[in-house]
């Protein structure tokens, strides 16, 4: 079974559909049905952003050519993925109701144009959503062919209008109670800040306030809550009309404007929108940061499967740089997400748009019309391979590593002054951690600092920079019953306000478990070096003799944890660089500083081996990638991934049986590009 | 006789002169009139930028200052071309009549500043402009020291007033008609962007919408509308006083602002100002692009001389390095604007302010303000050697060869998504075609789709994305009757809205004169190459063995056309890189991808001996390059120029006449930036 | 004594303190008091931004917590020095009294936030920055503890509401008496700008006129005079109290933003805010440049002893790495601030904030709160060695060498347009003159062109571009008497409104002077190169065979100078690159063009030989530099510092004794980073 979508026992296939930019153009709308069948297709995104056509004058609905639309795919047997209009907004509503446009952070408001720019504040655009939503839901919740909400588009962005900032400050009353509380934990006496009224406080504006972390980090956090509330208030009146309907919204990975760990109760499947650029760099490389993101989103509902809500057949047309998929490439990346616990294969867009900002965007369909095109050929292969693998709808990606890589602390890292000022690396160094455990084909959880520990041996957190409220209490009792944890640099710093701890760090009570004091920080210009002298101890760990450093060099004083390898040069020679701390049944180990990436590789090895994390013992070629998914009797799916252009062959440590063909395989021969699935 | 100043027998040579900068200075004044005759200068463009000085307040005019310049100036062998002020409105103006200043982009109204900032809109700016005009034209209009009205100054930018915003929405219902029509033409059922009412559209605001290209295209369309009949407005009281004597209005080369093929109407004379930055790179291409840029401007009215209006004799100020002109490259620079057709040189300025922004700009005299310095004296030289010149004052420049440089064409690829994002590279596309044709000493004209194709037997039609009214019809009429065709990829893509063309490209009805059927298109990122082998057929065609490819590789498939190269490499290897059609007597090349030089130089030396298209049969060096004037008894002169620091020789094919001398010439010896006419 | 502080022979040592932001802390409170003892610190500055804490509501004053403060310190020994709070107003007042409130130069009033943003002309914040100083100076100025009043904070920036606007109108009609003479002085009839009345004078507004030089400066020199003017607000009221307490406002080196020179009479002492980049490049170079700044602050009093008012003892949190200061490194650049004339080692911050923008601006104490730390351990052994120093307080620093550095004509080459159109390189050139005087151990000082020349025997005026009133006349002067001047390219080429000379440059009559005539300026591409043949004239005047030229040639010609070296190649071989001029009894020295840096090496050699110029005939190593200070007695203390990490030893030419160990000293042996103070 699909996910959450119990009545489709399939991995979805299709896209974004959009007839309603077609209306004019009806053989073309009866054109599109055929070549779904044609290309293996069984789900369509459709209504995104179509709320003109819905309701072309206020309060007049023309939902005609949407039954068609629903009706014709059905009965073709293609499955509706059904949206909410609400990415843009009609133009009699723009320009009855400015208030429904958003005010960006200049206090300028928008006018009427492009999408995503409504306001989530306004009580006309959350009535006007309310209506057409329960409009929909009454005529459609119960269709057979509709599967799944698409609640509105790639939410995002931030309206700084009268409203939003009135409802802003309400936030912060709920939240803090008085001033002073507010005062106190934003540290306001600082520059003469301090708040006497509740009205002052305004959003940071682009000529406003940028320096009072703690009011940042509110908003942000504000607008992620606000946004969670307007697609609450979007989902109300569609489980009204039919509780049963799953609801989604689609996500786009690393996007830095909201915490999407706070759509998890909101969102009963996920869903996001994953555009690599292949071919620009090492594909390789490429391949590892979008298994990264697709580890990303699934955690926020660990353990489930997740849609691949959008990607492109071909190329993006928004990017530098417009290169075409090589031939293979598009099977290889779509069933990444497959083996990363996607049950489904989406893409934007169905069929090119003859105009607008979107017309040369990759799609099923181009200008052509017909499927006489390499893309169209590759998809409708694609199509036919999916359907042999339905076995894997709704099978499970279970890791017993994680690592936490938390949405306030990457804010709260941006926003503060100091180290290298214009990226603090929170990313790079959460990859860092990754890239060992992933090329070691060991399935990982990238959670945050309010996701459950439980299940896991193994967690990182890297830079750890600020402790949102239990997450010290959380990682002390996971070490406690033997837990592994590995700290980094630039931990235990502030609290969930950004006041730093008094009384040394790491602070908020990680001394103790990182066996650690840590006195300052140095952060190495661009051409800076120094290196880590590793230890015995440390070579016990699996590490060898030297490894270089850069970018940061932490001075800290072993307090109870045993040293693996010092600094070897400058001023702190001789200084912890890595250490392990004994902490209840657990081990605690702290990197002082970034190393070059050899050193993750032998330390992550080492740890890896010492709790057989790995799903197969065997040894991956550089490029081929294992993933591991749970089938609904828990045995599992071996998904190996060639990202080489060349063949590649391998010994398995077992003898395996091919899902698709039955094939037993005790050597597995990898085409380039090529992708198996072993049982 | 000098192009259309028919009282004016030979070339001009001067510049812009301000007196009104210098009404307290009266020796000065006369001092200027001294040096002008000195420096061998017979036409002085006055009064731009004086309206300050016409019109100190409202309704008071002072016309004595320039009555005395312009008589003093006549009664010293000087004309004059007169300005109209509008390029700066007055202090008293703005403060009354806030309306006529621009509101920029972002909605805020400019304050009084500068110049060209005014409202091309706005009643009262116009009547203002009317009646000042008009007193001009009434004084001045029957002296007969004034030979040409200059209008305005440098036309550009666009203005977002409420006054405009509604003569855009007029300008919208007279193309459209309906909404319906304008909404699916500009495709805004993509995002519900459709329009329910015309108040709702406003030009692309920064905040604004960006995306919808239709929209951009006809903004940009309007703001060239717009300045037209601006400066039709202007020039109506000029013709009503004197309907002989001929305006023009100085234009900027490749400026991307406005699409000055539509000022061809209303300027008697097209003129320009060119300001290249010699000595930064090779000179010998800054010459090509120069000489291309002329060619762009005399296009607007092929055959016709033009007049350069501005240049600089020494070095600019407003550049990133105020470089000098070398001895020597005043001289060389200036006979080339009249190599390409120009019947002056003109300069900006002669005399440098004493305050101001451009206080530092090269001019013929400067703060020493004496005529003891080298660039007064190469002024002084140039000034004799144009005297010597004037038989070609009126000469035409005629090409049968030309190439479709079209300015909607290239907005359209500049707002478009995707391919290279930042620069599609329309013009360097346009410069590998016309480089070739320039190095061989082919005369060629730089013409739009909207332009005649009648007198060419060549016509390159590079990435011909957009398709405007007519121009597949001209195009295959063209070839019909036997003429030669060269196109590109990124062909036939959409309509004049940029509404793709659906069924295939190119569309448009181009499919069958290429003789191919395109699929898709890619991009190379930078570091990218492929190469194209070529067939026998194409070395026949004038080709070698094999041409490297970078930037774009278009996969297309004949459907008509032999294949001359196809790809050697990745996937596409062996599909088509260059085709040739035949379509009725013509024939119709098509290269599929960015090839190195060598091609063009290759390709199109085979199609200039097959088409006899040189003047004369002669090899140039490198940086020597020739350009052909016809006389007005039809008889050719031949210009050689050498760019280079060395002196070249050459052997003519047949035995010249110095144009200058008298003197027969079988050999050609060109000094190192050395320029002789040959009859 | 130091400095006008006259009840402490001590030099200071403390820093920013900041106890408002702990109210909340009492035992923080008392733990600083023993941390500055145990840190050695004597001077704390107290109150800076603290106005929401002294005013929490409007005319309520909290003086209790100030008063527990200072009370303390002085109980144990610390002095105050006392803020005046207006670099950050309070909230309410901001709610108030939204005219408090800066408007930026794009006309938006800024939102109550961070700081230094209030109106300078504003009534209302003058009274509210009147009645707070009035109530602070009435509580504090005769408290035994307060030795000095630190006005504000880093004045700077620039207001351009409805306010200023106007004050700056009325500065104008002082300045200029009639619309006549403005519109002259800023040639104004340049683009019809003339000014029909003074309402329609705006500053340049971000869209405004920024093409009016002479506007631009005066604008500049406006913000000057209206901050100057704001400042002796804030002091009348402390002088009404105690005319004997001294005032000082902490500037911010070559800040460009603020004339500084124009505060001379208004501070009683110059205090500056010094935050040099250390091991970002070469520390030695690093070290001149930080030198040169101290010495552009301390020449504003020419000869008195200034005050460092801030500086970090670790690594700020605001530039783009947070390098740590190596070991070492704190002493060495605290005690050249000492050498270079300071009478005190001040930091930012003494305690690390909990919250806000610089909670991790390196400061004394850190958020572990204790003495144990690197940082403190550094900044307590300094306190230790300043004790040794006391004899330094009050001691001068004298210079028989000056080099103008103006802030107008440094405004005005900015403005202007040509040259290296992105920085005309004036402070380079400065700089260029400096670096050799200063490593022959040479005290200079850096002047503008209103300071003095008394005392002088040798003064550089590099890039001398405007001449303000008086300069030239003082320069001949100068001349005349037997000294020895040294002038650059670009020199005597406007007056004080930016307005050009006539008749030749350089003008405002020194082309006498320099005996040499410019004809005109070249600026080289950046790969450009030119070179300097020397003649033998010219190798008695120190210099070697050839030089290297770059940036900019200016093309002059001799009128009475000598010529010593001439340009080696292009147009230009053989004219003058250097000149000598015998005017007077002195000498007038003319480079042409930019030189390799050997070039002013040699040059200025010669000069300081015949001149005499050197403290002590010694020959220091590369990054050791010698200071000199003349203590109370006009003895003179000798200041060796070795900025390399390696020691190094030097012969003294004399015997000279260590004023710390009271060692007699005949070579000196300098550790890496250390410095001795000889007698």
Not at 20 to 27: I, S
Not at 136 to 142: E, I, T
Not at 531 to 553: C, F, H, M, N, S
């Amino acid at each position: 079974m699909n996910a959450t979508l119990t009545r489709v026992p399939h991995l979805l296939h299709g896209g974004d559909y959009n007839p309603d930019q077609w209306l004019r153009y009806p053989e073309i709308l009866e054109k599109d049905v055929e070549l779904m069948k044609k290309a293996g297709c069984n789900a369509m995104s459709v209504g995104i952003f179509a709320w003109a056509a819905l309701e072309p004058e206020e309060g007049k609905y023309e939902f005609g050519w949407l039954d068609q639309v629903i009706d014709r795919l059905y009965q073709n047997g293609i499955y509706t993925v059904l949206a909410t209009p609400s990415g843009a907004r009609p133009g009699w509503m723009a320009a009855k109701y400015p208030e429904v446009l958003r005010v960006n952070a200049d206090g300028r408001r928008i006018p009427f144009s492009a999408r995503h720019n409504h306001c989530p504040t306004s009580p006309v655009y959350r009535e006007k959503v309310r209506l057409i939503n329960t409009a929909l839901a009454r005529r459609y919740a119960g269709h057979p062919g509709v599967i799944l909400w698409h609640i509105s588009n790639e939410y995002g962005g931030a309206c700084y209008c009268p409203l939003c900032r009135e409802a802003f400050r309400e936030w912060l009353k709920k939240k803090y109670g008085t001033l002073d509380e507010l005062n106190h934990a934003w540290w306001t006496a600082f520059w003469s800040k301090t708040y006497p009224s509740w009205d002052l406080i305004d959003p940071p504006f682009d000529n406003g306030e940028r320096g009072v972390h703690g009011l940042t980090l509110d908003w942000m956090r504000f607008v992620t809550d606000q946004t969670v509330d307007f697609m609450k208030a979007e989902v109300a009146p569609l489980k009204e009309a039919n509780p049963a309907l799953p609801v989604t919204t689609n996500m786009m990975g690393f996007y830095p404007g909201l915490n999407y760990f706070k759509f998890r109760d909101v969102s009963d499947v996920i869903s996001w929108d994953n555009y690599p650029s292949w071919h620009e760099g090492d594909d390789r490389e490429t391949a590892l940061s979008t298994a990264m993101t697709h580890d990303l989103m699934r955690s926020i509902k660990p353990g489930k499967p997740f849609l691949m809500m959008e990607s492109c057949p071909s190329a993006v047309n928004w990017k530098p740089y417009a290169k075409l998929k090589r031939p293979g490439m598009h099977e290889l990346a779509s069933l990444q997400a497959v083996a990363r616990g996607s049950d489904s294969v989406q893409y934007f867009q169905w069929r090119k748009g003859r105009g607008g900002f979107e017309k040369f965007h990759g799609a099923v369909v181009g200008h052509l019309g017909t499927g006489d095109t390499r893309e169209f050929r590759e998809v409708e292969a694609l199509g036919k391979r999916l359907k042999g693998l339905s076995k894997l709808a709704g099978s499970r990606f279970v890791s017993r590593a994680a690592i936490i890589c938390d949405t306030e602390n990457r804010w709260a890292l941006q926003e503060m002054r100091g180290l290298i000022q214009e990226d603090k690396g929170y990313l790079a160094e959460v990859r860092r951690h990754y890239a060992p455990l992933f090329r070691m084909g060991v399935n990982v959880d990238l959670i945050d600092e309010e996701s459950s520990l439980e299940g896991y041996e193994l967690v990182a957190a890297p830079m750890l920079y600020m402790l949102r409220a239990g997450i010290a209490e959380k990682l002390r009792a996971f070490a406690e019953k033997g837990g592994t944890l590995v700290f980094t640099y630039w931990s235990g710093i502030v609290n969930d306000t950004d006041l730093t701890f008094l009384g040394g760090f790491p602070g908020g009570g990680l001394q103790e478990l990182f066996g650690v004091r840590m006195e300052e920080i140095d952060t190495l210009y661009p051409a800076d070096r120094n290196g880590a002298e590793v230890l015995p101890a440390g070579k016990e760990a699996g590490l060898q003799d030297r490894y270089e450093i850069r970018d940061y060099t932490e001075i800290s004083h072993p307090a109870g944890a045993e040293v693996l390898a010092v600094y070897e040069s400058d001023f702190i020679r001789g200084l912890p660089a890595l250490t392990v701390n004994r902490f209840g049944k657990g081990r605690v180990y702290y990197a002082a500083a970034v190393f070059e990436d050899g050193f993750y590789r032998d330390f992550y090895r080492k740890l890896v081996s010492d709790l057989s994390l790995r799903p197969l013992e065997v040894d991956l070629p550089e490029g081929v990638y294992l993933s591991e998914r749970r089938l609904e009797d828990n045995t599992s799916c071996y998904i190996f991934q060639n990202f080489n252009t060349e063949e590649v062959s391998l010994a398995l440590p077992k003898t395996l049986t091919s899902l698709e063909t039955g094939e037993s395989l005790e050597t597995l021969v990898l085409p380039g590009y090529g992708t198996v699935f072993l049982l």
